[in-house]
């Protein structure tokens, strides 16, 4: 469920009034080998104290999916959480994050907060843009508890991990989401409009039997690592159905004449917002250097 300071603490899988948490060690072997377990890992463990709860992970059980950040493991899904308003999305980072999910095959949901000062409908457009590119989005307020149902059924029977920047309401969202743990929630900076980070490690939380979501540390900057700059457009989904009208083969949809894809941004058919940013992160690809 979570790793602090070396321990471990490991759910039985149980939900409700059976559910048993055990602190562990993990053995010197897994330092040898220079693996550690991952929160979400299932594991074998030996008990050491019934009474106490106390015990020793002996084996790391094979990954079905193994995230680097956040470092975590077996999510069948993600959940990215931006405000609507205060602070306004910043549109590059979230970019960064579905490339980053889409390299390693995790489904994107993208939920944006603080309905409830919208005022002027800004989270309709954004869900739009976003939907329109095959993303699951949907806009909540998790401080009048508005579209939890809907954000519930989507993480029923998964693990999902919980992502996003400060000060979006993340922890208020996921304290919305289940009922034993409250997280502690963090005020935003009234100057920068910024959030402090409040939630300091990767936790597994248990919100419904076979449910469970993983509540990360909040992200301000993603760097694209492994990836090159001639196979950033497979990330951008709304690409594909227009490179066929591109004249060269290779097109970067940059500097070419005849782009299926500027052509398409001209007509109101791409979303000028993300081919920008695709612009961006190409150049800081292409810049980047090579150990």
């Known amino acids: 469920m979570k790793g602090i300071a070396g321990f471990y603490y490991v759910h039985t899988g149980d939900f409700g009034e059976n559910a048993c948490i055990y602190e562990c060690k993990a053995k010197g ?3 040898k080998d220079h693996k550690k377990p991952l929160v979400g890992d299932d ?9 106490k709860k106390l ?5 790391i059980l094979p990954r079905g999916s193994e995230l680097i950040r956040p470092a975590v493991a077996n999510v069948d899904q993600a959940l990215v959480i931006f405000s609507i308003v205060k602070p306004q999305p910043n549109f590059n ?4 994050f579905l490339i980053m999910m889409g390299q390693q095959n995790i489904p994107c ?4 907060n603080k309905q409830d000062i919208d005022q002027d409908g800004q989270g309709a457009q954004y869900e739009e843009i976003y939907r329109s590119c095959g993303y699951k989005t949907l806009s909540v307020s998790a401080k009048r508890k508005q579209g939890i149902d809907e954000v519930l059924a ?3 029977g998964k693990t999902t991990t919980v992502a996003g ?8 969202l996921v304290n919305c989401l289940q009922s034993g743990t409250v997280m502690e929630t963090g005020s935003i900076s009234e100057k920068i409009e910024r959030g402090k980070h409040t939630t300091r490690h990767s936790e597994l939380i248990a919100i419904q039997e076979n449910t469970y979501i993983l509540d990360t540390p909040g992200f301000s900057s993603l760097g694209l690592f492994d990836l090159e700059k001639e196979d950033l457009a497979a990330y951008y989904p709304e690409f594909a159905e227009h490179e066929k009208y591109c004249k060269f083969g290779g097109c970067s949809h940059i500097t070419e004449p005849v782009c299926g894809i500027k052509e398409a941004v001209e007509d109101g058919e791409i979303s000028r917002m993300r081919y920008e940013n695709y612009c961006f992160l190409y150049e800081e ?3 980047k250097r090579k150990y």
């Open 285 to 287: 690809l292409k810049g």
């Open 93 to 96: 980072l979230l970019d960064r």
């Open 29 to 31: 072997v897994f330092r």
């Open 154 to 156: 989507l993480l029923a």
């Open 109 to 112: 949901i993208i939920c944006f």
């Open 55 to 59: 015990g020793n992970i002996r084996e």
């Open 165 to 172: 920047p400060s000060g979006v309401g993340k922890s208020s």
């Open 43 to 51: 594991v074998e463990l030996d008990i050491l104290d019934e009474e």
